[in-house]
């Protein structure tokens, strides 16, 4: 692929939703309980990563009594979706947008999904974070 992250990003609507969201985490053993707890609530906008210390689940702040109590979290997330169909050939897209961040600073964490990246921006940064972005994407668009 020849296109380059900057021509990219300006066909792209930037998906905004407040949520809000928290990033919580469970022991490893505790898998099976978050998986179930996504299972009741149906969330749409699930993000799970499990390893040898932890499960971490960014959720809907709204279905956290879904879950086990967990052992750490931290509430007030927004998701920021890239809404554009990414082959995975393509380098320097997360590098472009958390430079702009970074330049406006704002802390940020990112979740590739298999054709689209997911950017985690705390609520109080989410107006820097538009601006930022603005300047990148096509479109900004908050659904919630």
Known sequence: ???????????TELVVRRGPY??????PNQLSAVFRGILRCRQEHTFVTADEMEVTAFIATRHLNEFP???????????LTL????????????AAVSKALAEA?????????????????????????????????KDISVVD
């Open 69 to 79: 109590p967990p052992k750490r979290s931290q509430d007030n997330w927004c998701l």
């Open 22 to 27: 928290t990033l919580a985490a469970w022991q």
């Open 83 to 94: 809404d554009t169909v990414m082959e995975w050939d393509v380098v320097g897209v997360l």
């Open 1 to 11: 692929m020849n296109q380059t992250p900057e021509k990219l990003l300006s066909g």
């Open 105 to 137: 600073n704002v802390p940020m964490g990112a979740v590739t999904a298999f054709s689209r990246d997911h950017l985690l921006v705390d609520e109080n940064h989410l107006g820097e974070a538009q601006r930022a972005l603005s300047a990148l994407c």
